[in-house]
């Protein structure tokens, strides 16, 4: 089944300064990768997605790059504010039912 | 749009008892709805899939028969942890998609303490 790698488990940054957090899959036929921001208690929310026909895609502040040939996707947080603290996910989809598989997760806090 | 509901938000039982979850899709029909277990400081480990109408597909080490799921209607879904232990004692997570959509919508989550 797939397998997704999450690095770094926890990034410290300073406000301002910019994060990034790169993720690795196993499964060729991946095509959907979402990136989720989870708060303590709260449900993932999803930040931002790309699927495998596009590199790169950006929203604001936020913007993710798929290597389809290395099988790795990153997520880059620029100009980072303190309520960009919280864990990140990411995931890729896989198999018949497009089920996600999930990363280890990413501790981001952002400080002053 | 797309919004997801979970009851109850949080629940205690005790050991050997059983607890239901509800998942429901508020304005749109799922097709699929997803099960996931958070346990603390962890991710999200997909339980079982569940497509209205059949019969859920569970992940490899997940006891069919512990943790029932019904996908009944195109809005609702349940689990029920049956015989719960300390050790089931989690964040338990649904979302759910509609046909033919890439995106899962998830639920607020239920956290289950069993005693």
């Known amino acids: 089944g797939e397998n997704v790698e999450q690095h770094p488990s926890t990034l410290s940054v300073q406000e301002g300064d910019s994060a990034v957090i790169k993720c690795t899959y196993s499964?060729?036929?991946?095509?959907?990768f979402p990136w989720y921001k989870q708060e303590l208690g709260k449900r993932p929310q999803l930040i931002i997605d790309i699927r495998s026909n596009v590199g790169e895609k950006k929203d604001q502040r936020i913007a993710v790059t798929l290597n389809k040939t290395a099988k790795h996707f990153s997520l880059h947080i620029t100009e980072t504010q303190p309520e960009d603290s919280a864990v990140y996910f990411c995931a890729a989809n896989t198999g018949t039912a497009s089920k996600l598989t999930f990363g280890t997760g990413t501790r981001l806090q952002v400080t002053l | 749009g797309a919004v997801v509901s979970q009851h109850p938000s949080w629940v205690i039982c005790k050991s050997g008892t059983s607890v239901k979850i509800e998942c429901r899709s508020l304005d749109f029909q799922a097709t699929t709805m997803f099960w996931y277990r958070q346990f603390p400081k962890q991710s999200l480990m997909l339980m079982a899939t569940?497509?209205?109408?059949?019969?859920?597909?569970?992940e490899q080490g997940v006891e069919k028969d512990k943790f029932l799921i019904n996908h009944a209607s195109l809005t609702l879904s349940t689990l029920t942890v049956t015989s719960a232990h300390p050790e089931d004692s989690s964040f338990y997570i649904c979302s759910a998609r509609y046909k033919g959509g890439g995106e899962q919508y998830f639920g607020p989550g239920t956290r289950l303490t069993v005693t």
């Open positions: 569940s497509n209205e109408g059949s019969k859920a597909t569970y």
């Open positions: 499964d060729s036929a991946s095509n959907y």
